[in-house]
């Protein structure tokens, strides 16, 4: 049975403001493999339970996100398989903005280990991160009063995050501008 969900968290998430959101955002992915594809990973800010698109809201975002996770501890960067940097423009009918810290650290997320734990120990982290991405999701839908996705801090270097939620978010609503190549990480 799941925990019940935190009234004080719905509340205070609910309190915040929400608004349509249009831009540019970034987001590396295997080379061949579509960059606008939404997946329950299990990640940073959801459980698993539904769908998510991870996107950066800058380009040197993008790269420090997938960099940490290629190199996840490894001396050496993985040299066989490829990652290509892709622009995406997005329409989000309603958005959330959670990167005020003392909102984050008042539901579980430590500003000074954010990003900073061992890759093997992330769960500890993705914790507070997940229950506040589920309550979100559970706010959401496709009305643009409820959120349709959410801002959130980057992990890896100053910059902010935009996670899209799955369910809410017209599809079609994500377009794909330009595949800016493979990514030579030796000169990132």
Partial sequence: MTAPRDRELIDALDAIEVKPFSGTVWRVRREGHDPTIFYAG????????FDVLYTAMDRDGALAEMRFH?????????????????ELAVDVPGIIDITDWAFLERFGVEKGAFG????????????????????IHFLGSDDPGDPSGFIVPNARREGRNLVLLGDYMPFDNVTHIKDH???DWSAT
């Fill in 116 to 135: 900073k734990m061992p890759y093997l120990s992330r769960e500890t982290e993705y914790s507070a991160c997940q229950r506040i991405g589920e309550a």
């Fill in 42 to 49: 299990g990640n940073r800010w959801d459980d698993g339970s």
């Fill in 181 to 183: 190549g493979v990514i």
């Fill in 70 to 86: 290629l190199s996840r501890g490894q001396p050496v960067m993985p040299s066989k398989v490829r990652y290509a940097l892709h």
